[in-house]
């Protein structure tokens, strides 16, 4: 059973511009949720996205957002990057069914803004 | 709100000496609580986890045990090897206003030496 692929594995990107990164969860899973890893906040979570409706919003901007299709797969969208923005991006998916779920993370995705 | 705090890192051990890495939570309800490793390079794997208190989770010598009156959920393995190094995050299922959304510690990052 394939894992967690995030696309792209590296990005780097100057201020302003905008970003999409992409998830593509275990198949079966309907369950899709993205963190934010920095050094210096540690893992952050951004939000959570469940057959295409967002059930869980972390505490970060609008600038961030997200999307889910119908085959489960997930997009995250950062628009007017900052420098600040520079982290590692992980998504994890699972059966999305309530309590004690087990969570599988992809490799994840580098961002730099320059 | 709820929190995850746990003991600050690097821990340098030798080969086949005994860890423990420190975890006290914060929570207003009865959360589960996990540790989860990251490799160098790779996404987060769930290590362990346990759902009430006096659980006890293990999983390929590790073990950590649910103590409600203290709050902690200590990591600990008997005996250490090269291929434990990693970063190792202890964290909460928050279940306020959603599914899967987890609470991480800062993590703690192993280093263990031949």
């Known amino acids: 059973k394939a894992g967690v692929t995030q696309t792209p594995r590296y990005l780097i990107k100057t201020r302003g511009q905008q970003v999409t990164l992409s998830c593509s969860p275990i198949s079966g899973h309907r369950s899709v949720s993205w963190y934010q890893q920095t050094p210096g906040q540690g893992l952050q979570f951004l939000f959570e996205y469940f057959s295409e409706t967002q059930r869980n919003k972390g505490n970060f901007p609008g600038r961030f957002s997200g999307r889910q299709f119908s085959n489960s797969r997930s997009e995250m969208n950062v628009s007017t990057l900052e420098l600040g923005d520079s982290a590692l991006y992980l998504c994890?998916?699972?059966?999305?069914?309530?309590?004690?779920?087990?969570?599988?993370f992809g490799s994840g995705t580098q961002l730099s803004v320059l | 709100g709820n929190s995850v705090t746990q003991m600050e890192g690097p821990v340098t051990l030798s080969e086949e000496a005994f860890l423990t890495i420190n975890c006290t939570y914060t929570a207003t309800g009865y959360p589960s609580l996990f540790w989860y490793v990251q490799y160098p390079g790779e996404g987060l794997q769930l290590l362990l986890k346990a759902t009430k208190a006096d659980d006890k989770g293990s999983n390929k010598g590790f073990e950590a045990t649910y103590r409600k009156e203290t709050t902690s959920f200590h990591l600990e393995k008997g005996s250490v090897q090269v291929s434990d190094s990693a970063v190792y995050f202890c964290a909460l299922i928050d279940f306020s206003g959603g599914y899967n959304k987890l609470i991480f510690g800062a993590g703690t990052r192993l280093a263990v030496h031949p």
């Open positions: 994890a998916s699972s059966l999305g069914t309530p309590a004690n779920e087990k969570l599988f």
